[in-house]
Every structure is written in C-alpha cells, then in structure tokens.
C-alpha cells in the first residue's frame, strides 16, 4: 500500500478520533464493494480501512506519526505492539545497522526462542437486521494451533532441542568490522537456528519442527447490537499460536452490513418510504407498515404533502454499546396520481372541484388537484 494515510482519509495530521471516525465510515460507504463496482473501488476500500485500523488507535497512530509505515508493519509492528524488548532492539539495530556507538550489545529472546502469534483478520458479512439487533454468530478460523503431539517445542516425542552452537543460544550473531572511520558492529538473526537460539535434531512429524499445525477451529462470537460497516471487533488470542509457548496472537472481526431492499440507514436512524393514494392522502388515514420491530401503525395526517417525513420514535438502530436507547424511523411519504379516472370517479372529482372553485374563483378539475398538492 503506498500513499500517506491522513491523505487517504482525506484528514488533517491533528485530526481528532472522531473527524478521522466519521471519515472512515463516509469514505468506506462510498466505496464499499457491494455498493461501487468500479474496478479500484477494492483496492481503494482495502487502503481505507488499513489507514482506519492504523489511526483509529491511538498507540498504533503514534508509531505511525513517527516511524511512517515502518512503524506499524512487519517486524516494527510485532516489537511495538508487544512490548517485546527483543523486538524493540530488533528495530533498533536494523535502524541503525552499520552504525558506531550504537552499543545494544546481543539481545537473546526469551522463553527458548519463543514469540507472540500474529494477528488474524476475518471480513464478516451481516444481514440489515443482523447489524441493528446483533447476536451470536459461528465463525470458521483457519489459524495456526499449538502442535498437540509435541506441545509446541518442535522436537520429537521423548527429545528436546539443544542450545545452538552457532549464536549460543542468543538467537542473534554480532559481526565487529574496523575501518578507518572506527569499529562498526552489526547484530542479525542466527542463520543456523532462524533466531530461535535452539536446534532441533529430531524434528516432531506432526507438525515438522515448526510447533504449530494449520487448523480450522470453529468459534461463536457475539455481535454487539447496533453494529455498521466498519465495526470491527478483538477476539483475544483467537490469532495464530505463538512460537514455542509463545502467547497466540488476536483476531480481528470486520463487519460489513448487507444493503437492505426496503430500509436505508444514517447513523441510528432507519429510513423508509410508502406510496399512499390521493384520497388517502386528502382524506388522512392510519396504515400499517413495515419496520425493523415488525408492522406498526402509522397515522398520515389529513392533507400530507408529497414528499413528507413522517417518523416513528425508537424504532431506529440502538446505541452500540447501549441498546437501551435507539434513533428513530423516518418514513417518507410518497403520492400517487392516478393517470386514468373512470366516469364516476370523474364526475364526484368535478362536483368536488365546483365546491372547492367556489370560494377561489376557479372552477377546473385541474385547478383543483394543482391546489391539492403544491410542492
């Protein structure tokens, strides 16, 4: 991905959570996959939402701030994120490799070579209603597991790993070069062990000496009601295994809301139209119409005018994190003009118009209905 991620979103560096939140979700609207067929609308929805998972977050955001994209990728992530001092130094040599006076010295992991698990990312499609109401949803997982037979060492049953004789067991070899501008050091990971400071010998067949074996695993989680595009949810060490022991990394749930044929929605609100008759529409009426809870009655006041938003309060999306209180639903009111009227129908809408063209000054059926409905 290449681009700065405050120009993605379109967003100044100091801008608050909330500007770059409301950015993302305008943003990931208009190009979200199943709305925008262009053919970079993906591509371009994928860079929204990684500079959204970056800047959302204040510490990742920092990094961001001072390292670029080094700072929240690759290697430079897992030594920030973790707190991993291994991984700190890690960085920090890389940076810096090469260079005198660095004096970092030989860093070895800890725990025999072991490491955090990565984190792992699943896009999850919900229904409209599935969004607003939330629930419990079965997930299938494919992600690293801790290998049963050997218990993650890597080793074959009945054996153990060794200290590498190359690095020590460090993990990590250092190279001294003299020059005349002074003596240079460069630390890198032991190429005979992969910086695990072990060897393993006799390798688990289970799992081939890695440790970790690739399963499917399936899990429920639960969606908190009021959910919407974008939403995503930590599933704490769901992630990867970790390398020898290591703790398992988390996995990370992004929703996004299926567009729903009769319902729209801004915010908490929930959006909707009906078509009503003239008459009806003169005349005032009580229908039933639908809504997220089921059918509810509404009342259309006598006379309503086209394009009338009527609205039916706390019938709307709840509050993520507070499903007591909720928007409302606004229903738009649409009129329809019949085209063609049969004798009768015509002759009442005359005398109507009669009536009515008496204390105008008008008399004409069209003057009539123009005076009914007036935009």
């Not at 699943?122 to 229904?127: E, F, R």
């Not at 003299?178 to 990971?189: D, E, L, N, W």
């Not at 609205?311 to 993520?320: I, Q, R, T, Y």
């Amino acid at each position: 991905m290449s681009g700065d991620y405050y120009e993605i979103l379109g967003v100044s560096r100091n801008a608050k959570k909330e500007e770059i939140k409301r950015a993302y979700r305008r943003l990931a609207r208009q190009y979200h996959p199943d709305i925008n067929k262009e053919s970079a609308a993906e591509e371009r929805f994928k860079e929204i939402n990684r500079a959204y998972e970056v800047l959302s977050e204040p510490e990742t955001r920092a990094r961001y701030d001072q390292f670029g994209e080094a700072g929240v990728s690759g290697a430079g992530a897992a030594g920030f994120d973790h707190g991993d001092i291994g991984g700190f130094a890690d960085i920090f040599e890389t940076i810096f490799s090469g260079f005198g006076g660095v004096g970092t010295g030989t860093t070895r992991r800890g725990g025999g070579g072991s490491s955090r698990g990565d984190d792992l990312r699943l896009d999850l499609k919900l229904g409209f209603s599935e969004a607003i109401f939330g629930g419990e949803k079965e997930i299938h997982i494919p992600h690293l597991e801790t290998c049963q037979v050997c218990n993650g060492s890597g080793a074959k049953p009945g054996t153990v790993p060794r200290s590498c004789p190359t690095c020590d067991g460090q993990g990590q070899v250092r190279r001294a070069t003299r020059t005349p501008f002074g003596s240079f050091a460069q630390v890198s990971g032991c190429p005979t062990c992969n910086g695990s400071g072990e060897v393993i010998e006799e390798k688990c067949e289970a799992c081939g000496g890695s440790g970790r074996k690739q399963e499917t695993k399936k899990l429920k989680i639960t969606i908190p009601a009021g959910v919407d595009n974008g939403t995503r949810l930590r599933v704490a060490k769901e992630g990867d295994a970790g390398k020898r022991g290591g703790t398992s990394g988390d996995l990370y749930v992004y929703l996004f809301v299926e567009a729903d044929k009769e319902f729209t929605r801004e915010g908490m609100n929930i959006h909707s139209e009906i078509t009503i008759s003239y008459l009806q529409a003169i005349l005032g009426c009580t229908l039933k119409i639908n809504t997220v809870d089921g059918l509810q009655d509404l009342k259309i006041p006598a006379g309503v005018q086209p394009n009338t938003e009527l609205m039916l309060e706390d019938l709307g999306v709840p509050k993520l994190g507070n499903s007591s209180i909720r928007g409302d639903h606004l229903i738009t009111v649409k009129i329809s003009i019949p085209t063609r009227i049969n004798t009768e129908e015509r002759e009442l809408l005359e005398q109507l118009a009669h009536i009515k063209g008496k204390s105008h000054g008008k008399g004409s059926l069209e003057s009539f209905l123009g005076s009914l409905f007036h935009k």
